[in-house]
């Protein structure tokens, strides 16, 4: 039974300068007309069975649809069981939320918001290519609370090129006064693929530096961090994203999205990168790469990886088990209350321990 389901939107109004996934620039009404023909077309083919416990809307840009077609998209969505759906989350840009849009998304049941805010920078912003000011963010998210949305999710980036300890000071301290219910703080890793990364730009490394800062001063915020650059108040983890964490089958719709299913065998899914008439490729992965991704997904939570109830998690540590136990020696990972996680000093190394893992 497949609990989990990502729809990927790829449409933007503007590229940013840092993003690699697939999205493409909206030019006309027409193409967004013809991906949600290929989305009827794919729903109605046979699907898994689910009993969905989330949905996420990802782009790409989902709320660049405008109130038409975007409750298109909605109606289409209901033709799969929401009954059991807890969390029904949306990404959206600041300078495209609007009252109008944001009742429609409560009309439909998406009741958690990811705001796409980057940074409270407005030099900055422009300097990314994003569209939207700091007043925007500001506006939009009090909106969207006015509109009795209770939870609420800020996407943010450090290690922007230029960007100063100053910087996340500003961006902790607007934090701080909006209380968002959920922090994605992500540091920015330059793929080729990218506009910045075709051109070559040299980002400064304060990685660490400022992680230490950003995770020290939300702590102290009361912010409870429950995965490596995830935060929440009021316990509202990404349930979703928990999915990914824990080794849960998750289920694909749309173009350029990826899928998971570990039932009969481990396969990796995935739609081809085209707006329209899209198709899906199934590859088949080894033993050996489906117990590593346990344990590059599972070792991200900060608790780690419950060994009780974490789909083959057991049998993952058992077929690495001289590689973990070599990093438990040199203090980078620990077994405790039945979970296999990183120490303090293994989070800020998890990359090198899963190159050591997987050599």
Known sequence: MIEHLYVHIPFCDHICFYCDFFKIKKSRNEMVDEYLLSLEAEISQPQPRFNLKTIYLGGGTPNSLDDSQLEKLLQLLQKIDQTAVVEYTIELNPERIMKSQLQLLKKYHVNRLSIGVQTFSDQLLKKINR????????????????EGFNNISFDLIYNLFDQTTADIEQDLIMVKQLQPDHISWYSLILKENSYWGKTKVKLPDYDIAFDEII??????????????????NNNKKSQHNLGYWTNKSFWLLGPGAAGFINDDGYYLLENSRKYANWTQQKTEISLADYYFQILMMGLRILEGINLGTVK??????????AKITAEVAKNNLVFENNHLRCTKQGLNILNDILVNIME
Do not use: P
């Open 312 to 321: 083959d998690a057991q049998a993952a540590v058992n077929y690495y088990e």
């Open 215 to 232: 995770n020290a001063a939300l702590k102290k915020m009361g912010c409870v961090r429950y995965e490596i650059s995830n935060y929440t």
């Open 131 to 146: 569209h939207h000011s700091v007043a925007d963010i500001v506006t939009s998210y009090n909106l969207a609370r006015r």
